[in-house]
């Protein structure tokens, strides 16, 4: 078995691992010094080597390009972006920009149960954290890109409330400098030809008959700086790293030959919480690679709650992205059709994924609390306690014990660390 932790490969010695543990428990005790034996625990045997250098941060590939984002490395969106995430004029009451539930100090997350900003959203924020390596964003994927995604919250009537419009018209009027710079000469657009109240992305019947009165050559124009903010936003949002956590150091020091240094990084509880993790508890599973997540949806069988209708994720989501006109196959998008492989191997089968959630990333899972796409649960042992018991199909029974619950909520402590950002 993968990780079990056994030096001895022979049947015989059931006593000499009881003897073993035995010492490890004294040696523990008493501490170690420089004479003893390195505790077994930190033996690895190669196949679970293999899993843990591929959760480790050293092995994050360089920041993939989005073919639909020509602007997402170009340094002065990066620059530009920055300013709007945290711009509130990008608001209908000039108070919430993406900073508002994004907060840069606990993971570009707010730690509510339920997002707050012109009204109350029916999600948890989502953390951002090496967001740029995903294929498709929002806990059900409506959105096939960054940019695509960053130009969702300002229509929507809960988050900023504000219309593309409006949008284009501010960026018209405070931004044309830098906007011009990267994307080129703005398109001229007027509050008559252009109302900032139109718009056919609110839901709002008088934005909706406004923005049909205008003239396709100008609906166009505002589409276009729209989609360029969200470009913009999205070179910012892309740059949000995770940095090697005490669980990174550790493996880099195991993959180093160096347990004696690896002992120092991490508690024997949390390595008993990390073989579970990549074993019995079959965490990895779907918490997998260095952001650990495998970018994909699961029903993992959270009760819908009975007093609201019931969320259908990602069932919903793929509907969604199809019918999405700043998609990767839209008009406004900077990839050719081949280049869209997200979109052209989506799986449409709807039915399989009702009540099926985006994988979140466990990074700084400690520090960001509550937890689930609905923010159900206060603490990390209350998700722990929750694996115990699920039934669902796609994570099998686990048969945890208490203690082991333990042992898996100090291993996820471990994967902690400030994040880098622009600054
Ligand atoms: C009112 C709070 C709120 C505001 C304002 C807000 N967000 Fe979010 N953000 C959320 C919530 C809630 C989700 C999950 C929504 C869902 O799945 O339906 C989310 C999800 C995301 C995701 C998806 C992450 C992933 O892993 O899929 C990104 C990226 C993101 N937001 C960036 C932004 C940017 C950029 C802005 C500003 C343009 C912004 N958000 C404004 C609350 C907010
Ligand atoms: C079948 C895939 C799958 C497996 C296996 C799995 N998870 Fe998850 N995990 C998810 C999904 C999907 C969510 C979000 C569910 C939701 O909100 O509806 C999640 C959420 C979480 C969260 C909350 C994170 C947050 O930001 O809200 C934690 C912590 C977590 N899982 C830890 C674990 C641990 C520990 C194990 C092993 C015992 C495990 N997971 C096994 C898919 C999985």
Known sequence: MPGDGVRCRDWSPVIYGLLLAVVLQASLLAGRSEADPLPDIHQWSGEALKTLRSLSLSSLPPLPKDPSNAYQADARAI?????????????????????????????????????????TTTRRTMPLIGVAYHASFFWDGRKDSLWSQAIGPIESSVEHGATRSMCAHLITDKYRKQYEEIFGTLPKITHKSCPPQASPGTGNPAAIRLWNAMKPGDRDAVNRIYANLGKAIAAYVSRILPQPAPFDRYVDAIVAGDPEAAAELLAPEAIQGLRLFIGKAKCTNCHMGPLFTNSSFHNIGLAASKKKPQDRGRADGINLVLADEFNCLGSYSDAKPDECTELRFLDRNTSQYVGAFKTPTLRNVADRSPYMHAGQMKTLADVLIFYQQSRSRELGHQNLTAAELLQLEAFLKTLSSPLAFPQ
Do not use: I, W, Y
Not at 85 to 112: E, I, M, W, Y
């Open 79 to 119: 620059e530009f972006g920055k300013s709007l995430f945290f711009d509130q004029r990008l608001s209908a009451n000039g108070k919430v920009s993406c900073a508002t539930c994004h907060l840069p100090n606990v993971s570009f997350t707010d730690r509510l149960p339920l997002a707050k900003g012109m009204g």
